[in-house]
């Protein structure tokens, strides 16, 4: 059953690849890294839901290889490259060459730890031990997934390097370094705290692709207090504007109060009933009326 | 980004008392995360009941549906009150929504007490086995949420007879009512399996 659903999801990462235009750069590594472990991994996922297999590798490295290439895989490596995709956005900078140094030393170091570990669990290698006898001869891929284990560690270091050095050094990466089409690449790197000085209107699903000619932004919010538009949930069209709370200190005195009912309640319960009426009077001086926003509406 | 067409808004209203206001479906999305607590509840309740032979079981009375039903009068009422405060509160009518408001604060207020009376008929708490941990688990929840929104109504009757009718104030009127709303209608099932269940599905197996 899960194999129906992953396959269907590795089908679709592919058409939208063949329908894309692709550029080889550091996140584009770790999503074609992504798809070739988490491909692995299902496969011998699929042979684990055999019974006959099930029987012979059930608790062994086989299935410790399975389940590494499904997580890392699945999930440490669309991390990186997203990180590596958004970090310019949310620096300004980027570097893409030590990036892809990064990806080989990770993926290499990844499958030297964890290939041979399927071998290990089809020679009967069971899991979560910490030594074996000897003679079993586990010793070589035992040794290369400890080679490649400090491989993976080297990447983290590498990683966290790169990060540093792209952002105190890399190269300033303007608005859309990777002429993305979607809206958050329009804003300068690092957005400015408003984000956009004049709402942008989606015409299309990728709106930076589309003819400057066509492109619409929204004009007439006000600017000196924190207002959004809202629009029809169907058509999108503009409907009214909303004014969202300015700062305040009642969330912090309501948080405080509450803290003062939960923590006393540890010690004496009746405080729990003290807290709860202490909190109310937070939330009322919360979400009691101000009269400049009354004078507004 | 340079755009060669814009949209102006500077002319559309402040503020909405309608279902395109986001606080109307952050409303609405609270009524079903609640919803989907009191049918685990509901579960529980009849799976609970599949251990037992009998149910209740030896020992507890069978609930008394006379207070309980009659309650279910002035809870079905209230619903008006509420109707007619959002419509007020759409019509921006002062007098309309404190006396819609009102209604539904008095009719919620009796429904309360009939439920208490109720409650205090039964011969089993909390600790009386699961039976009773899951009975009060379910009138506790609801009792909370019709207590939370009364206080919610009260205190929005309150801002109103100071004068506060800005947007915000009648918007909260309106989502108000939808609470309400939800209160009434998932009162219903609880209601049939808390009164009618041990009737219905009682008999020893």
Redesign the interface.
Known sequence: MIAIASGTQIFCWIATMWSGRIKMRTPMYFVCGFIFIFVLGGLSGVLLASVPLDLQVHDTFFVVAHFHYVLIGGALFPLFGAFYHWFPKFTGRVDDWIGKINFWILFVGFNLTFFPMHLLGLKGMTRRVYTYPAEMGWEHANALATVGAAIIALGGIVFILNAVNSYRHGDVAGANPWDSGTLEW??ASPPAHYN?V?L??ATSRYP?WTD??????????CDDRR?I??T??MDAE??????LPAASIWPFLTTVLTSIGFVGSIFQFSWYYIGMALA?VGL?GW?W?RKS??A?? | ????????????????VSD???LWWGQLILAFIEASMFFILLAMYFYIRLSYDMWPPPGVQLPHVGPATLALVPLIVSALGSYLASEAAKKNDRGGMMLGLGLNLILATTFTVLRGVSWYSFNFNWKTGAYGSIVWAIMWLHTVDTVADM?FTA?LLL?LALG?T????RLGVHVDSILWYFIILIWLPLYVAIYWGPYIVGAPK
């Open positions: 329009a804003t956009f004049n942008p209107a930076l400057p000619k066509e492109r619409v932004v929204v004009t007439g919010m207002e538009l809202v029809t949930l503009p409907h009214h504007r909303a004014v109310f009322l979400f009326p926003v009354e507004e509406s | 980004m340079t755009a060669q067409r814009s949209i102006d808004v500077a002319h559309l209203p402040i503020g909405d395109q206001a986001p206080i205190i801002l506060y800005g947007v915000k104030q």
